[in-house]
Each structure stands twice: as structure tokens, then as C-alpha cells.
């Protein structure tokens, strides 16, 4: 008996030094993808002037938006590879899926997208068919080639499939916890447009440029994609591994009481077991006398 409970202890005492680093880790890329989350607000920041600068130019006119008939819907939605994460997939799944009702477009007319294994299956749970999933990046740095590809697929949605309407959903940090978030990319808002061009310039003359004019704004409204769907990754990685910490430091209390249990019957049972050989000890030594 001794002897198990001392196999027991070894390996959850092992099982607590794993928890302990993935905890460490998993803190470490909490700081990661806040500081990718917060070095985009000034290149977004930049985007925004030069839309600005090119609205402010053409000062009777405003990118008018053509009306969304609701006919073709895309969704992106963002969720994990890999487990121990709570209910992060299961939150972001059922969210999406009652969000994605709401549309009222036909499911035949809607095409969604997910990012993670995970996330696929828990979708696929909560009754909503997935066309294509997405591995996530190991790193911060190889965030940005799957961004491309997202990029790259919305705008096929929207010339090869005529699809007016692209949203994402994703788990956004709030506090110590997160919580799930819908954001829509296209069509881009038009009172945003509004209060770009309404917003006062910063210096008293504003910058020329000599490439055409929609092309310029093309350009400009694909990198303000480009940094809303990044920072929505970043964003939901972000939450993930606070959701895995949460995660491991629940199975860090559960252990270290398992652990306080198992010393506990440890020392119990040997002293039991002494108290057993000093009797027998004792029955022999009057038995001889």
C-alpha cells in the first residue's frame, strides 16, 4: 500500500510540474499577443489618416456603399488547434451559430470559415457545416501569411460568389476572462466613413499623392482589412491562452489538494504500519517470556 501511494504522489507531483510550466507558457503568450494587439494601433492609426487624407480630397463625395441585399453571407470564425482551453470553443461555436441565424439568409447562401480544429468540430456540434478550416500559427510572426489568406479568400467571396456580407466572430479578453465578440468587415461601415472625412486634420495643409484616386482608396480599405481580421487573431489567441491559464491554474489547486490527500493517507498508513510491527514486537516479546 505504501509503495502505490508513493507511485501516486511521483506522478502527480510530475503532472504538477507540467501544469506549472504550460501555466508559465501560457502567461508568456498572454503578454506576446497583447503587446501584436497593441503595436497595431498606430499603423492602424495611419490607415485611418491616409483614408482620411484621400476622403478630405474629394470633399463632396463619400464612398457611397451599395445596398446589402442578404442574399450571400461569409463568416470567419476563430477558435483553437488545441485543448485545454474551457469552454473557449464551445462559447465562440454557439455564439456564432445563434448570431449567424439572426442574418435570416438561406444555408445554402452562407459560407463559413474556421480557424482552428477545434473550433470546426464544436461548430459542427452546434449544427452549423463549416466549408473550410484553417490550422492556426505556431507564433506571432506567422500570423501574418494566414491573415493574407483570409484576405485573399474574402475578396473571392466576393467576386467569384457575389457575397455582400462579411463577419467574423471571436473571443476577445475581457478582464482576467473573455468573452464573444461579432464584428462585421464588409460592407464597410459608411457613418465611419463619415466621421473620417468630418475629423479635423491635424496640420494645416494636407498631403498630395499621384496615384489614382480609387486605387488609393482600394488599397487603403484593404490594409484597414488586413489590420481588423490580424487584430482580431491576435486577439483571440490572446484570449485562448488566458483561457488555458484559467485552465491550468484549476488544475494546478486540484492537484496540490490531491497531492495534500495522497501525504496525508501516506502518513497515515505508515504509521499504521509501525504501530502494527511494535505490536507484533511486543506480542513476541511476551510470548517468549
Same mark, same amino acid.
Given at each position: ?16 510540474? &507540467? ?10 503568450s498572454i ?31 463619400? #464612398?457611397?456603399?451599395?445596398? %446589402? ?35 435570416? &439568409? ?73 468573452? #464573444? ?39 487603403l480599405i484593404?490594409?484597414?482589412?488586413? &489590420?481588423? %481580421? ?17 485552465s491550468m ?41
Amino acid at each position: 500500500m505504501l509503495e502505490l501511494l508513493k507511485r501516486k504522489t511521483r506522478s502527480a507531483e510530475d503532472l504538477l510540474s &507540467v501544469v506549472k510550466t504550460m501555466k508559465v507558457l501560457a502567461a508568456v503568450s498572454i503578454q506576446q499577443y497583447e503587446k501584436a494587439v497593441e503595436s497595431l494601433d498606430e499603423y492602424n492609426r495611419s490607415i485611418e489618416f491616409g483614408l482620411q487624407a484621400v476622403l478630405k480630397h474629394r470633399p463632396g463625395e463619400i #464612398p457611397t456603399v451599395k445596398p %446589402v441585399l442578404k442574399e450571400r453571407l461569409g463568416v470567419i470564425i476563430f477558435g483553437s488547434d488545441q485543448g485545454m482551453v474551457g469552454q473557449f470553443n464551445e462559447v465562440i461555436a454557439h455564439y456564432a451559430a445563434e448570431e449567424i441565424n439572426t442574418f435570416k &439568409v438561406r444555408q445554402e447562401n452562407h459560407t463559413v470559415i474556421a480557424v482552428g480544429l477545434r473550433a470546426m468540430s464544436c461548430l459542427e456540434d452546434a449544427g452549423q457545416p463549416v466549408e473550410d478550416c484553417l490550422s492556426l500559427p505556431g507564433s506571432i510572426t506567422a500570423i501574418a501569411p494566414v491573415v493574407q489568406d483570409i484576405v485573399l479568400k474574402m475578396e473571392a467571396w466576393r467576386f467569384e460568389q457575389q457575397v455582400d456580407q462579411i463577419v467574423i466572430f471571436y473571443n476577445r479578453t475581457a478582464g482576467a476572462s473573455y468573452r #464573444p465578440h461579432r464584428l462585421q468587415l464588409l460592407p464597410v461601415d459608411y457613418k465611419w466613413f463619415q466621421g473620417l472625412k468630418s475629423r479635423p486634420w491635424p496640420s494645416h495643409s494636407l498631403p498630395l499623392f499621384t496615384m489614382d484616386w480609387n486605387r488609393l482608396f482600394s488599397s487603403l480599405i484593404r490594409q484597414h482589412l488586413f &489590420v481588423s %481580421v490580424f487584430r482580431a487573431f491576435a486577439e483571440s489567441m490572446c484570449s485562448e491562452n488566458a483561457s488555458r491559464l484559467a485552465s491550468m491554474q484549476a488544475a494546478e489547486r486540484n492537484i496540490e489538494e490531491r497531492l495534500d490527500e495522497l501525504n496525508f493517507q501516506f502518513h497515515q498508513e505508515r504509521h499504521t504500519s509501525i504501530t502494527e510491527e511494535l505490536l507484533d514486537i511486543v506480542a513476541g516479546f511476551e510470548a517468549l517470556k
